[in-house]
């Protein structure tokens, strides 16, 4: 499974934006989830859902963001309301999954990133 992240860019704060995380390739999909990394700082998880549709926020993201699953489209979503210059980063999708071979795998592919850049 590979995953591909778009949807960044320049926004002023309170503005929105819909990231998207579109996965490809061989393997049953158990979780994707959103995390950010801001200069300086680490890498954290906003947001993750799982295959059966359950959720879970970061407290900086509950009630502003809110993370979405469509299978028709193999596609995870993220969208982000009332962005603020704090919610500057950039943002990686993960998928973590399960490549049956001889055994099952249980593996993860990262996305390469998109930069979301909130303006005050």
């Known amino acids: 499974v590979e995953v591909a992240e778009s949807g960044g860019g320049l926004v002023q704060a309170g503005e929105s934006l819909r990231l998207s995380c579109a996965a490809t390739g061989t393997g049953d999909i158990t979780n994707i989830g959103w995390y950010r990394q801001g200069t300086g700082k680490q890498r954290e998880l906003v947001a993750a859902?799982?295959?059966?549709?359950?959720?879970n926020y970061a407290d900086s993201a509950e009630g502003r963001f809110t993370i979405s699953w469509d299978n028709a489209k193999n596609t995870v979503y993220l969208q982000m309301n009332t962005l603020k210059p704090e919610d500057t980063a950039v943002y990686f999708c993960?998928?973590?999954?399960?490549?049956?071979?001889?055994?099952?795998?249980?593996?993860?592919?990262w996305g390469r990133g998109t930069l979301v850049t909130v303006s005050s």
């Open positions: 859902i799982t295959a059966d549709g359950r959720t």
């Open positions: 993960k998928a973590e999954f399960i490549y049956y071979a001889d055994l099952p795998h249980h593996l993860e592919s």
